[in-house]
């Protein structure tokens, strides 16, 4: 992600423009992400998605990623728990999935490439949300066409789970409650008009307006069926139904087709979190973005009275923090609300870090509450040489000036040192930019970030 064409540092330069102006999508910036699916799991959002490899042309997809929030603003990168390598019969496309808790262990259903069979979906298994995962099953749970893409994955409240995917056709299946089996024929859904809406365009191919990347749910007593509709470019709508095997009714578009800076495909997520309701879906607005660059963004909505979902148009992003941040704990640095320059890297020892850092390139954190008062700042950083500076920047990249850290050479970019500065007494609640500067590439690798009270 980080090097990027001349030409497109004028899109770069709306997208710096609109991060002056707070903006929040797409929510991640340090590489390309893809048919979001969020988990809600004791408190914390768990986003997993796709990841389009740098300048792909192709769907070319190699492993899923994983990121969380609080305060659905600064998001926490957790790397790829899953990939492409964990599945032993798996060629290629990692493409579109979703991850779901039941009794102690967290099944994430995924679809890809069979060496031999073509697309098949296959699950992958761990007792923690942020993995590792591995093949539950060693070979795909189910091949049914070369169309099984995009598994969604919903428990019903008296514990039958189901599992719908599909690209030109819906299928379901009932899953067993060891989640790695089903029960039962796969069956078809009929994509009728009533239920998916009359295609228009190239009405000759497709019955309906059904595309794929469905995401099925339930919300007072009535399931939803989301999914990307219509043919490229894709908008987003919904059917619900009685059941969660339907019969499906067709409701309406969700979110209309991305005129700028959209990509051709979008996927919808959607999900309640501390009582208020999130659409994420994807476009291709980050610098180098398209149709096979994309990225993925949120947007809060209300359901209207009736339960039905409203038009959600694409916006700049939540601005509203659900939750302050405590700057007194330790914080990820690749807890992340918008960043310019940055990447995420990461190894067992380490966890993940921010790297790749060059002058100029900054972190913002939003809704920082220092309370009464922080005195000093304390990093935990590696770096090859002394030089380097992080900047403590309030509620601006120019904003007030609050201190500076000198960072020193520790050895080695994964020798990790505490290093700290003391601030100017900051009190109350800010953004927090962190800019870095410095005349070498590569500054240093930046792990980890607390303030103090002393
Ligand atoms: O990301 C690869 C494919 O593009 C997904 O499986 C589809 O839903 C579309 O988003």
Not at 216 to 238: N, S
Not at 279 to 293: C, D, I, K, M
Request: proline share 5%; with cysteine; aromatic share 14%.
């Amino acid at each position: 992600m980080k090097r990027i064409q001349f030409k497109q540092w004028l899109l770069l330069l709306c997208i710096f423009i609109a991060g002056k102006l707070n903006a929040q999508n797409p929510i991640i910036q340090t590489i390309y992400t893809a048919d979001p699916a969020p988990m809600v799991y004791n408190d914390t959002v768990y986003l997993y998605t796709g990841h389009d490899e740098d300048k792909s042309t192709w769907f070319t997809m190699k492993d899923w990623r994983c990121y969380t929030t609080t305060d659905m603003v600064n998001w926490t990168d957790h790397g790829s728990p899953l990939s492409l390598k964990n599945f032993s019969w798996a060629k290629k496309d990692a493409w579109a999935g979703q991850c779901i808790y039941r009794k102690g262990k967290f099944y994430w259903y995924v679809p890809m490439n069979h060496q031999t069979m073509g697309m098949s979906i296959g699950v992958a298994i761990s007792t923690s949300p942020y993995g590792p995962f591995e093949d539950a099953l060693g070979k795909p749970l189910l091949h049914s066409g070369n169309g099984d893409i995009d598994p969604t994955v919903f428990i019903d409240d008296n514990g039958q789970a189901y599992l719908y995917w599909g690209n030109p056709y819906l299928k379901y299946v009932k899953l067993n409650e060891d989640m790695i089996s089903y029960s039962g024929d796969i069956i078809t859904v009929p994509l009728n008009a009533e239920g998916f809406s009359k295609r228009i365009k190239d009405a000759d191919k497709r019955p309906s307006e059904y595309e794929e990347g469905p995401w099925l749910y339930k919300r007072k007593g009535q399931y939803y069926l989301a999914y990307p509709a219509g043919g490229v470019p894709e908008h987003l709508a919904y059917s619900t139904g009685p059941t969660p095997t339907g019969p499906w009714k067709y409701r309406d578009t969700i979110m209309p087709v991305i005129k700028k800076g959209g990509a051709f495909t979008n996927h919808p997520g959607i999900i309640d979190y501390k009582g208020r309701s999130y659409l994420f879906y994807h476009n291709g607005a980050l610098p180098g973005g398209g149709g096979f660059t994309r990225s993925v963004c949120v947007e809060e909505f209300t359901y209207n009275a009736d339960g039905s979902i409203p038009r959600i148009a694409a916006t700049s992003g939540i601005l509203n923090s659900h939750q302050n941040l405590n700057p007194f704990k330790r914080v990820e640095a690749e807890t992340i609300a918008w960043q310019e320059g940055i990447e995420t890297a990461g190894d067992n020892e380490s966890g993940i870090y921010a790297t790749a850092i060059d002058n100029n390139d900054y972190i913002k954190v939003r809704s920082v509450d220092f309370g009464k008062g922080a005195k000093n700042f304390e990093a935990n950083l590696a770096a090859l040489t002394d030089g380097g500076t992080i900047e403590i920047h309030l509620d601006s990249l120019e904003g007030s000036l609050v201190g500076s850290l000198h960072v020193k050479a520790t050895g080695s970019l994964i020798n990790w040192q505490l290093q700290t500065c003391q601030v100017k007494n900051i009190k109350g609640k800010h953004d927090v930019f962190f800019v870095f500067h410095g005349t070498e590439s590569n500054l240093f690798n930046f792990n980890s970030w607390q303030f103090g009270k002393k």
